[in-house]
């Protein structure tokens, strides 16, 4: 299923919702757009964001766009390696609901 190529077809929803589209175009270039944080920190953000939710377009994406902006390996690694430890502390603090009371 996943082929970089699926993503010329983005131009279909660009076509077919040209409002909702071009709003999210400008959301997205205003999002990655240098601020408070710099373009490269945004991009590590993106990178353990797309480990997180698994999305191998967005991996692949913000992988490349991370590198562009400077990123190391070590920081592309730690950048994983967050992403791995929140998606395992979700794990371990959704626990907790086993032992409320109406579990024991």
Not at 58 to 70: F, N, P, V
Request: aromatic share 6%.
């Amino acid at each position: 299923m996943f082929d970089m190529k699926n993503l010329s077809h983005l131009k279909k929803l660009d076509e077919a919702a040209p409002e909702v589209m071009k709003a999210f175009w400008a959301f997205d270039k205003a999002a990655f757009t240098a601020g408070a944080l710099t373009a490269k920190h945004k991009q590590l953000i993106a990178v353990g964001v797309a480990l997180t939710t698994q999305c191998p377009y967005c991996i692949e994406l913000h992988t490349k766009a991370a590198r562009a902006a400077g990123a190391s390996d070590a920081e592309l690694a730690e950048s994983a390696l967050v992403a791995a430890a929140i998606r395992a502390g979700g794990s371990v603090t959704h626990a907790t609901h086993m032992f409320r009371a109406e579990h024991t």
